[in-house]
């Protein structure tokens, strides 16, 4: 039994690093390449890569809180939160590999977002898809783990595969 729980907090580490590092690579990629505002396009108009310096949350909220509040709001309890939830994810037993894979997902997306909040002072978004209707604000890949292993969530909860504890 410890061989198997070595092995899934193993995984589950795995997992977060690899969204942590394909984040932070990517950031630096872009950091170092391009000046802020300026625009490439991958795919016609509808991929483009963008920098910008995100001082805020999703598209900027809490941009203009205090910076006692934003310390608290957007790196503090978030960092708090994360190491629950990874704290959790060890402890439980029970759960399916998909929410484990999605929540390990949320875990290293959030984590690479605060580590450039408190690293850089704010995040650095790049990406801009627009599809017909479909548009996004400007994000990185910490957003796309994030959003990726909270979709994971609702279709593993959606299939009647509920996340059980211990």
């Not at 505002?37 to 001082?55: A, F, Y």
């Not at 598209?59 to 939830?85: V, Y």
Request: glycine share 10%; net charge positive.
């Amino acid at each position: 039994m410890k061989q198997y729980n070595f092995l899934r907090i193993t995984t589950i580490l795995l997992i977060v690093l690899v969204n942590i590092g394909c984040d932070q690579v990517s950031k630096s990629i872009v950091r170092n390449n391009m000046d802020a505002h300026t625009s490439i396009q991958l795919i016609e108009d509808h991929v483009m890569l963008t920098k910008v310096e995100n001082t805020g949350a999703f598209l900027s909220a809490g941009d203009s809180l205090p910076p006692l509040a934003k310390t608290l709001l957007l790196s503090l309890f978030p960092a708090l939160t994360l190491m629950a939830l990874l704290y959790w994810l060890f402890s439980q037993k029970g759960l399916n590999s998909g929410s484990i894979f999605g929540l390990a997902c949320v875990v290293g997306g959030g984590i690479g977002n605060i580590f450039d909040r408190i690293a850089y002072g704010s995040v650095t978004d790049f990406l801009y898809v627009h599809v017909g209707i479909f548009k996004t604000g400007i994000f990185n890949f910490a957003d796309v783990s994030i959003t990726g292993g909270v979709i994971l969530l609702v279709v593993y909860q959606s299939l009647n595969k509920p996340i059980k504890s211990s």
